[in-house]
């Protein structure tokens, strides 16, 4: 029979060993002007340094700040991104580019996974991108990472 205390050290020991979840979202601004705006419910989360939460990022949005653009990108190109550890099939991270109306084309923007899920990813370079929302219905163009503590880089002008 196994002793509290062996038991206790057994369930320390295999929480220490799980590795919490985290995710980053990195920037990079290769336009030479605007500032990289991350935005979740409303609230500017950063603009332009990295950010990392622990635990689970979801509905957050992401634009070059032109000086034209909402504070929810109105007016931008968009990056919409939720960044969580899949629980069951198909339930991980999921990003895309949006230029469903009022958003509408502004600067080159791109984003592709890193620490897990790379080289998925897209870019978009023109109002006709192919890569992006143009309508709601344009489910297709969004793109999965279906593994732990994914992170995020979001590249404008490249």
Do not use: W
């Not at 592709?112 to 990813?121: I, L, R, S, T, W």
Request: glycine share 10%.
């Amino acid at each position: 029979m196994l002793s509290l205390a062996r038991v206790s050290f057994a369930v320390l020991a295999a929480a220490i060993s799980v590795k919490a979840e985290s995710h980053t979202i990195h920037f990079t601004n290769l336009c030479g002007f605007g500032t990289p705006t991350l935005v979740q419910n409303g609230v500017i989360l950063s603009t332009g340094q990295d950010f990392t939460i622990d635990g689970p990022f979801r509905s957050a949005i992401a634009y070059l700040q032109t000086g034209g653009c909402g504070l929810n990108g109105e007016g931008c190109t968009l990056i919409e991104t939720t960044l969580v550890n899949p629980t069951t099939p198909g339930s991980g991270s999921s990003t895309d580019i949006s230029l469903i109306p009022p958003h509408t084309f502004s600067v080159t923007s791109g984003f592709g996974y890193f620490n897990g899920c790379q080289p998925a990813g897209a870019d978009c370079n023109n109002p006709n991108c192919p890569t992006a929302f143009h309508q709601p219905n344009d489910t297709g163009v969004q793109v999965p990472c279906q593994l732990d503590n994914a992170d995020l880089a979001i590249t404008f002008c490249d």
